[in-house]
């Protein structure tokens, strides 16, 4: 019977208590206060999906490619080689090391001058290709190549080569067009064994050229200060010290390399010397 009316029965010392149900109004207060926070929960999610779904997505910037240059400058460049030329002492002089990106070649470069005036301009570079390149260039592609920045042009191929302490080399004259024009007597030789190659140029302002045998006075004193892991680099330099011709002069105790004063400071005496005559 208690069951029906909605209480609960408890016997206690044989006797049989009820306790009464939430029912009545208080059972329809609680139900109200339920539905409330389903509902306030219920918009509470649909809120949080609805604003997830209206994000704009991120816009991800464009990858600008980092363009890698062909050949690397070595920021401290070890110099495997060296050009003493007493007469040019006080000439600004620098040297360069360059590595190729990809095929791990090597080019050392030695300057002697001002990049851009009337004074004499000396660059001699050696190149030691790694799997960058199949073959060398021609000398007149090499040299529109590699004087680019002084705007080579009237090129010239010279049929007759010049005998140097480092073989015969290619000579190819061109005029400078970038900046100061200067006459450039360039020069080209390459070996295969070991694989390296030797270029550069020798400018000075004016009409004419420097002569070709002041150039190979020049090349006369580069020599090897460390050949590395490449013992044939070594060894092609060695030769080339039994070549040597001491500008002329065969006996390097009694005339070491008497024409160095042609080498610079005369040229540049001459150059001052034809502007006043004038």
Sequence with gaps: MAALLGENSVQHNGTVQTAPHASGPALMAQRPAAQHLAYLGAIALLSMASAHFSQSPKVMGAITPVH??????IERPFAA?????PEAADVPASYAIRRHGVGNGRKDILTLGEPDGTAPLLRVEIYRPGNEIGRYADPVAEMILSADALGPVEIQNLEKPLATKFGPLTLVP?????GTPRRCLGFVRAYDNPRMQ????FCQGGTEFVEQSTLACALDRLTLLSAGSEPKVGALFAQAELNRSYCGQRDPILAATPKYHLLWKALA??????????
């Design 68 to 73: 890698q240059p062909e050949w690397i400058d």
């Design 81 to 85: 080689f060296a050009l003493s030329i």
């Design 269 to 278: 005496n001459r150059q001052e010397t034809r502007r006043s005559g004038r």
């Design 198 to 201: 030797l270029s550069g140029w």
């Design 174 to 178: 061109f005029v400078a067009s970038k």
